[in-house]
């Protein structure tokens, strides 16, 4: 039999904390994931992640606590609150935030407050979206460890998971295509594969849970159609809250394209950094740091559209890089003045100036805000208080607090609350946990903090299923051949002081090469073949280039950018960033951003652009294909 491992299905921020934990437990693991690459819809956070009690907020003197957290997070969830969840995400916070900074060096030392906070305690860094940045690193960790350790860790990306196996109540595997093959493989699942906030179909969960919000766009990207909720319920687990279905409140509009069914996201942080929302006769209409589904509801009543948010100079510096990229993608607007955004919205001047000089009011405790807003940062809204920075805004499809439920230990339950083992579900797939409303800046911390609590129960779950030498992991590896007992590996990482009990158990006998992580046997066959832990592009093309005398880089060509600007189609697009030029048009649909990202750019020199969302290396490792000359900066 192959060594023992845990499957995980999804490789978001979720899956990935939950493969790093099974590694670090000393488990193996088998990473699945549907899409070209790893990453999933934790890329696109924008505003951070929620934390109390962690070194960055000591640091700050921020004096929060998990207790605080709870209760705001309680208050959210209103009568759909599972306190027990609760407890797990807000109780385990500071750690989930600390263990990211220690374990990747990632810097998450700015702290703001989002709506329904009672104190700051989203975190992000100085620059990039931090969903991104957060998500990277996890996901260029763990594909080295592929490489590094291949018996341990194994990676397939465009392996769509089909069916969850069982045997009597156990689940002990799933089916899966790949390379359009089917394979089974075998071991305790983990499901992190998302929500269906992207699921459009006439038979789908939101047709059927929530069919009158089929008509607003999403931020979710098209993979989010809850295949693990489907696969899951199909086997007899429980669906808890699936009518519950975030809206987020500031979707942005692209004046070019109003009516996308996907649209880009305008951080919750610009709100907490002071920004306001504006009706199209330029009155505040809403407590702007509200919960989502308050403010999304502010906008439906108040009917007066369009809204736009509007923040001023002040609140444009705190968050710069926001603005900055939003501007550059043509979704954000710069002006001088507030005369300046009248202008453009066509109303007086003196109008929207009596809204601003009302609100310095409110901030300078001279009269009551009429929406009950409590906490005000960065006041001032004279006209010259510029540079101010506005966007269109509209409701949008971004989060579903319904899934799959499970208890404390990431288990996920039956329809009779009975833990069906061998089966684990983690991130937005895990219901439940956010009750009726979730609270910004908790999307990234839940998928951290339950993909940690199941890579952590699977790992002491697989360990109790070979300790005990019987079950359906037994028989599954007498089928292939006969079990050898195993051996074990004890380890200490220093840096966090545990110790990790490693088995390895093979029908191999003495002197020949253990199995490694992920051997799949495909349907109708018996005799074992597993695909080959996939070796980075990366890596791939500097051994080509070893092979071939460096003739690669030789052959690269000196373009103008006059030449990269005749290619600006969807059928031929170059585009120019940090000296070389890429061609894209094998690439559009394998982008983890979407082909319209790339198109924005087609034919243009976008360094900055790309430098404002990417660690430069991720073309050398993900695209090197891409690159077929050089042009002078």
Same mark, same amino acid.
């Given at each position: 039999?192959?060594?023992?491992?845990?499957?995980?299905?999804?490789?978001? &921020?979720? =899956?990935? %904390? +939950?493969?790093?934990?099974?590694?670090?437990?000393?488990?193996?693991? *088998?990473? $699945?994931? #549907?899409?070209?690459?790893?990453?999933?819809?934790?890329?696109?956070?924008?505003?951070?992640?929620?934390?109390?009690?962690?070194?960055?907020?000591?640091?700050?003197?921020?004096?929060?606590?998990?207790?605080?957290?709870?209760?705001?997070?309680?208050?959210?969830?209103?009568?759909?609150?599972?306190?027990?969840?609760?407890?797990? &995400?807000? =109780?385990? %916070? +500071?750690?989930?935030?600390?263990?990211?900074?220690?374990?990747?060096? *990632?810097? $998450?030392? #700015?702290?703001?407050?989002?709506?329904?906070?009672?104190?700051?305690?989203?975190?992000?860094?100085?620059?990039?979206?931090?969903?991104?940045?957060?998500?990277?690193?996890?996901?260029?960790?763990?594909?080295?460890?592929?490489?590094?350790?291949?018996?341990?860790?194994?990676?397939?990306?465009?392996?769509?998971?089909?069916?969850?196996?069982?045997?009597?109540?156990?689940?002990?595997?799933?089916?899966?295509?790949?390379?359009?093959?089917?394979?089974?493989?075998?071991?305790?699942?983990?499901?992190?594969?998302?929500?269906?906030?992207?699921?459009?179909?006439?038979?789908?969960?939101?047709?059927?849970?929530?069919?009158?919000?089929?008509?607003?766009?999403?931020?979710?990207?098209?993979?989010?159609?809850?295949?693990?909720?489907?696969?899951?319920?199909?086997?007899?687990?429980?669906?808890?809250?699936?009518?519950?279905?975030?809206?987020?409140?500031?979707?942005?509009?692209?004046?070019?394209?109003?009516?996308?069914?996907?649209?880009?996201?305008?951080?919750?942080?610009?709100?907490?950094?002071?920004?306001?929302?504006?009706?199209?006769?330029?009155?505040?209409?809403?407590?702007?740091?509200?919960?989502?589904?308050?403010?999304?509801?502010?906008?439906?009543?108040?009917?007066?559209?369009?809204?736009?948010?509007?923040?001023?100079?002040?609140?444009?510096?705190?968050?710069?890089?926001?603005?900055?990229?939003?501007?550059?993608?043509?979704?954000?607007?710069?002006?001088?003045?507030?005369?300046?955004?009248?202008?453009?919205?066509?109303?007086?001047?003196?109008?929207?100036?009596?809204?601003?000089?009302?609100?310095?009011?409110?901030?300078?405790?001279?009269?009551?805000?009429?929406?009950?807003?409590?906490?005000?940062?960065?006041?001032?809204?004279?006209?010259?208080?510029?540079?101010?920075?506005?966007?269109?805004?509209?409701?949008?499809?971004?989060?579903?607090?319904?899934?799959?439920?499970?208890?404390?230990?990431?288990?996920?339950?039956?329809?009779?609350?009975?833990?069906?083992?061998?089966?684990?579900?983690?991130?937005?797939?895990?219901?439940?946990?956010?009750?009726?409303?979730?609270?910004?800046?908790?999307?990234?911390?839940?998928?951290?903090?339950?993909?940690?609590?199941?890579?952590?129960?699977?790992?002491?779950?697989?360990?109790?299923?070979?300790?005990?030498?019987?079950?359906?992991?037994?028989?599954?590896?007498?089928?292939?051949?006969?079990?050898?007992?195993?051996?074990?590996?004890?380890?200490?990482?220093?840096?966090?002081?545990?110790?990790?009990?490693?088995?390895?158990?093979?029908?191999?006998?003495?002197?020949?090469?253990?199995?490694?992580?992920?051997?799949?046997?495909?349907?109708?066959?018996?005799?074992?073949?597993?695909?080959?832990?996939?070796?980075?592009?990366?890596?791939?093309?500097?051994?080509?280039?070893?092979?071939?005398?460096?003739?690669?880089?030789?052959?690269?060509?000196?373009?103008?950018?006059?030449?990269?600007?005749?290619?600006?189609?969807?059928?031929?697009?170059?585009?120019?960033?940090?000296?070389?030029?890429?061609?894209?048009?094998?690439?559009?649909?394998?982008?983890?951003?979407?082909?319209?990202?790339?198109?924005?750019?087609?034919?243009?020199?976008?360094?900055?652009?790309?430098?404002?969302?990417?660690?430069?290396?991720?073309?050398?490792?993900?695209?090197?294909?891409?690159?077929?000359?050089?042009?002078?900066?």
């Amino acid at each position: 039999m192959a060594t023992p491992q845990v499957i995980v299905v999804g490789a978001g &921020l979720s =899956g990935l %904390s +939950a493969a790093h934990t099974l590694y670090e437990k000393g488990g193996n693991v *088998l990473v $699945l994931e #549907k899409n070209p690459f790893a990453g999933g819809n934790s890329t696109k956070a924008t505003s951070g992640i929620n934390g109390a009690g962690t070194k960055a907020q000591q640091a700050l003197g921020i004096k929060d606590s998990a207790a605080a957290f709870f209760a705001d997070t309680k208050k959210s969830a209103r009568d759909l609150a599972r306190d027990d969840l609760i407890e797990v &995400l807000t =109780g385990k %916070s +500071a750690d989930a935030v600390n263990w990211l900074c220690d374990r990747f060096n *990632l810097d $998450l030392s #700015k702290v703001s407050r989002l709506g329904g906070h009672s104190f700051e305690r989203t975190h992000r860094g100085g620059e990039q979206f931090p969903g991104m940045t957060i998500t990277y690193a996890l996901m260029e960790k763990l594909e080295d460890l592929a490489e590094s350790d291949p018996t341990r860790v194994k990676i397939l990306k465009k392996a769509n998971v089909r069916k969850l196996v069982k045997d009597g109540d156990k689940v002990v595997g799933c089916e899966y295509e790949y390379q359009g093959k089917q394979h089974t493989a075998h071991g305790p699942v983990i499901l992190a594969t998302g929500g269906y906030a992207a699921d459009f179909a006439q038979d789908g969960l939101l047709a059927k849970y929530r069919p009158e919000l089929l008509k607003l766009s999403t931020t979710n990207g098209d993979h989010c159609q809850g295949d693990g909720q489907k696969m899951a319920m199909a086997i007899g687990a429980n669906g808890i809250d699936l009518e519950k279905v975030q809206v987020h409140p500031t979707g942005l509009v692209d004046p070019r394209e109003p009516d996308a069914k996907v649209k880009f996201l305008a951080a919750e942080a610009l709100r907490g950094v002071g920004g306001l929302l504006v009706n199209k006769e330029g009155d505040r209409f809403a407590d702007e740091l509200g919960h989502r589904d308050y403010v999304t509801g502010r906008i439906w009543e108040d009917n007066k559209r369009p809204v736009r948010l509007v923040l001023n100079g002040q609140a444009g510096k705190e968050i710069e890089w926001h603005c900055k990229h939003y501007v550059g993608r043509g979704l954000m607007k710069k002006f001088d003045t507030v005369a300046d955004i009248a202008k453009e919205m066509g109303i007086e001047a003196s109008k929207l100036q009596k809204t601003f000089n009302e609100y310095m009011e409110i901030c300078e405790g001279k009269r009551q805000d009429p929406f009950g807003k409590k906490f005000f940062h960065n006041t001032n809204w004279k006209n010259e208080a510029g540079p101010f920075f506005v966007a269109q805004m509209e409701p949008v499809l971004h989060y579903t607090m319904g899934g799959l439920e499970i208890d404390p230990r990431s288990m996920v339950l039956d329809s009779n609350k009975k833990p069906i083992e061998g089966l684990f579900a983690s991130g937005e797939i895990a219901g439940g946990v956010h009750g009726a409303n979730r609270l910004g800046g908790s999307s990234l911390l839940g998928c951290v903090v339950f993909g940690r609590v199941a890579g952590d129960s699977a790992a002491s779950y697989l360990l109790k299923s070979l300790s005990s030498g019987s079950g359906a992991v037994a028989r599954l590896g007498q089928v292939n051949n006969h079990l050898a007992p195993p051996s074990t590996t004890i380890t200490i990482d220093p840096s966090t002081q545990q110790v990790h009990l490693t088995l390895n158990w093979s029908g191999q006998g003495q002197g020949q090469a253990q199995g490694s992580a992920g051997d799949v046997k495909p349907q109708g066959e018996s005799t074992a073949q597993q695909p080959a832990n996939e070796v980075s592009t990366a890596v791939k093309q500097d051994e080509e280039t070893k092979a071939g005398g460096g003739e690669k880089a030789a052959e690269q060509k000196e373009y103008s950018l006059d030449e990269v600007a005749k290619h600006n189609t969807k059928d031929d697009i170059w585009i120019a960033v940090n000296g070389q030029v890429l061609n894209v048009t094998n690439f559009l649909n394998d982008h983890p951003g979407g082909a319209k990202a790339l198109l924005l750019y087609a034919g243009k020199e976008a360094s900055e652009e790309f430098n404002m969302l990417h660690d430069p290396k991720v073309v050398s490792r993900y695209a090197p294909d891409t690159v077929i000359g050089t042009y002078k900066q």
